[in-house]
Structure formats: structure tokens, C-alpha cells
């Protein structure tokens, strides 16, 4: 017989209606996006910090003071992003870990997220993440997952995802996706705002370390989508794969050890890093970040990370071009963190001896250059 519901599973396929929509679970998302949306509304932006040079040389750099945000880094930015992507996506469900592979800023940032919506958090990490980072991940609630060797923080953190029900964060491909890179307040849009009443509103390079890769992204889209003429340049530490990817246009390059530069450098080339969004790299020695980052703390008295030092030592290789080739211009790059995060290491002489870093030959170079303009190779 052919009838009403017969008709309905023959010729014209009968309605499917599935609906998995959990009240409770909305009522959930909706107040967990309004917090981290409310984190942002009550947070003011960050510095942009003149670094003092000589006037004749008609050049202004600039340092855009990260560690001011609640969570002390540049990661804030990110770690608010990749959750309002994560809850937004229904991928962030109350009463599941967030676990995260980081070395240490980003798993502070997310832990302090994952507690302001209430749900547990964990960073895997490297143990020779610093002591004080791992303090400030579990004062926010986190709880930290070892692991010997950094190469294996990816599958670690899938696989405890894949245990406990909860969701792989995953900055290292999430990162270049999650921020809005057209503007709505990005790192990018608050520099220009920022330089709008400088003699040098449109900076001739940004200066912008690696470890996603999604800041460098975000900056380098940004220009391109302003139509600015600025040039990115993003510096990479020892014992990272991005420089070599980058100059061999090798996708599968990878690098045998960690980096000592907690934050940058990364031993494959990540999802989030964008190479053919850059302008411009260099490998920095590592004993050059440290001394950058100390000749920062007696430029200005701000004590700051090595990836900070790794981005000035490069800015301040740009200004030394500039000068030498008679430009005028600004040059502009970050605070990743503060430097109390680092006392037992890169403000401690014990660490450098036992890492065998010699920061002598940048220190003078660096206090050279700053003095007289002069160099005497290592900067050039």
C-alpha cells in the first residue's frame, strides 16, 4: 500500500532531523566565550617602548611590550584566540581537559583561560622548561606532563587527549588560524595605531621571533592586507629547523635538538609557520640573544626573555644597515616576556658556563655600536 509513510522512504527521501544540541552545553559556551571575551574588554593594550639610540642617526626602534598582559607574555594574545577558536568550534567542552604541547609562556596563558571557564588544564613540556614558568602554570591551576625529549611533545599531548576525552589545544597548527589577521585589534593593527603620531609612522621592518609562527603570520598578512610597505623579518635561535626550511624552501626540515631559547625555535617546521609570508631571516647564536637581552635591561632597566634578545639582537642589525647605507626609519620589534621567568638562566653567569656561552664578543659589539655607531663585523 502506498501510503503517507510509505511514500516517505521511497522516491523522495524522508526528512532526517538530528539534533545533538545539549541546552546545558550551550548555556556553558555561551558563558565561557562571554568570560574570555570579558578578559579582553577589561585588559588595556600594550606599551610600544622607545630603545634609546643616537639622534643623528635618524632612526627610532621600537619595542612592543608584551609582558604587560595579564599572563606576562606575548602568548595572552594567543592562548585567548585559540580558545575562543576551540570553544567556538565545539571542540572545548565543559568538564575536559585542555592539553596543550608548549615549553612554557603559552601553557601560563592557556592555564589561566582554562581556569577562568573552569576546566582542567594540562602542559606538556620539555623538563628542562624553567623552574618559575612551571610555578606559574600551576598557580593558575595547570598541571604540568613531562617529557624527555621536545620531539615528542606532539604525540604525547594527542595521545593524552585521546585518553582523558579532552581536547589537543595544538598551538603549533591552530596558531596562524585562530587570530583574526585582518585587524579587530591584533598585535599588528595596535603597532600601526600606536606609531600613528611618530616622525616614522610606517615602520621599514617589524621584527617578530618564531615559535608557531602565528605572530610573524599575523604581522606579515597584516601588512600585506594594509598594503604597507614594511618588510618582516623573523630571527631563529640555534638548534631550530625554520631558518634552514625557510633559505631551502624544505617543508620537511628538522632539527636534531631542542632550542635553549625557551619559546622560539622549533625542531620541525610547524603548520602555523608561514614562509613565504616573511621578507626576511637570520640565525642568531644564542650567546647574542643573552647579551642583547642584558644590554636591554641596562638600555632601559626591563629585564626580558631570550627570544626578546634574539628579536633586538636582529632589530639592531637592521639599524646597523640602515645607518651604514645613510636611511632614515623605525624598526620595530617585541617583549616576548619578563625576565624574572629567567634568573636561574640567561641572568645567571653559573648557566652560561655551563652551557659554554660566551656572551663577551656581542656584549662589546653591542656597546661598541650602541656608543659610536662603529662595528667591528659581528653585528654586520
Given amino acids: 500500500m502506498d501510503t503517507e509513510e510509505n511514500r516517505g522512504t521511497r522516491g523522495t527521501a524522508a526528512t532526517v532531523d538530528v539534533d545533538r544540541s545539549d541546552p546545558d552545553c550551550r548555556v556553558w559556551l555561551k558563558e565561557a566565550v562571554r568570560k574570555v571575551q570579558a578578559d579582553a574588554n577589561r585588559s588595556a593594550d600594550t606599551h610600544l617602548l622607545r630603545f634609546p639610540l643616537p639622534e643623528e642617526w635618524g ?10 598582559h595579564p599572563t606576562g607574555s606575548l602568548k595572552h594574545r ?19 581537559p585542555v592539553i596543550e604541547a608548549s615549553s612554557g609562556s603559552t601553557a601560563v596563558s592557556e592555564a ?26 600551576e598557580f593558575h591551576g595547570g598541571r604540568c606532563h613531562f617529557v624527555d625529549d621536545s620531539r615528542k611533545m606532539y604525540e604525547e599531548s594527542a595521545a593524552l587527549a585521546e585518553r582523558t576525552g579532552g581536547h589537543y589545544m595544538d598551538q603549533f597548527t591552530y596558531a596562524e588560524r585562530a ?17 600613528r603620531l611618530e616622525r616614522y609612522p610606517e615602520p621599514a621592518w617589524i621584527v617578530a621571533t618564531a615559535g608557531t609562527g602565528g605572530t610573524s603570520a599575523t604581522i606579515a598578512r597584516y601588512v600585506r592586507y594594509m598594503q604597507y610597505d614594511t618588510r618582516v623579518c623573523v630571527p631563529d635561535p640555534e638548534n631550530s629547523c625554520f631558518f634552514d626550511g625557510w633559505t631551502s624552501n624544505d617543508p620537511g626540515a628538522v632539527s636534531e635538538r631542542g632550542s635553549r631559547i625557551e619559546g622560539i625555535g622549533r625542531p620541525r617546521m610547524e603548520p602555523s609557520f608561514l614562509p613565504a609570508a616573511i ?19 641596562t638600555a632601559i632597566g626591563r629585564k626580558a626573555g631570550g ?28 617583549i616576548c616576556d619578563p625576565g624574572d621567568r629567567y634568573l636561574d638562566k640567561y641572568y645567571s653567569d653559573a648557566w652560561l658556563a655551563e652551557q659554554g656561552l660566551d656572551i663577551t664578543p656581542y656584549a662589546a659589539e653591542l656597546t661598541e655600536f650602541l656608543g659610536t655607531g662603529g662595528r667591528s663585523g659581528i653585528l654586520g
Avoid at 583574526?180 to 606609531?195: P, V
Avoid at 626578546?308 to 636582529?314: M, R, V
Fill in 78 to 96: 594567543l592562548a585567548r584566540s585559540l580558545f575562543l577558536y576551540g570553544l567556538c568550534n565545539g571542540w572545548i567542552r565543559p568538564g575536559r
Fill in 112 to 137: 589561566y583561560f582554562a581556569k577562568l571557564i573552569g576546566v582542567p588544564f594540562v602542559a606538556v613540556m620539555p623538563r628542562t622548561t624553567s623552574v618559575e614558568k612551571i610555578r606559574l602554570i
Fill in 59 to 68: 632612526i627610532d626602534l621600537y619595542l612592543k611590550d608584551e609582558s604587560t
Fill in 179 to 195: 587570530t583574526d589577521w585582518r585587524g579587530n585589534n591584533n598585535i599588528a593593527e595596535s603597532i600601526y595605531q600606536q606609531l
Fill in 279 to 297: 621578507d626576511r631571516m637570520m640565525k642568531v647564536p644564542d650567546a647574542a640573544s643573552i647579551a642583547a637581552v642584558r644590554a636591554l635591561d
Fill in 307 to 334: 627570544s626578546t634578545g634574539t628579536g633586538l639582537w636582529s632589530a639592531l642589525r637592521i639599524v646597523a644597515e640602515m645607518v651604514e647605507a645613510g636611511e632614515r626609519g623605525s624598526v620595530v620589534t617585541l
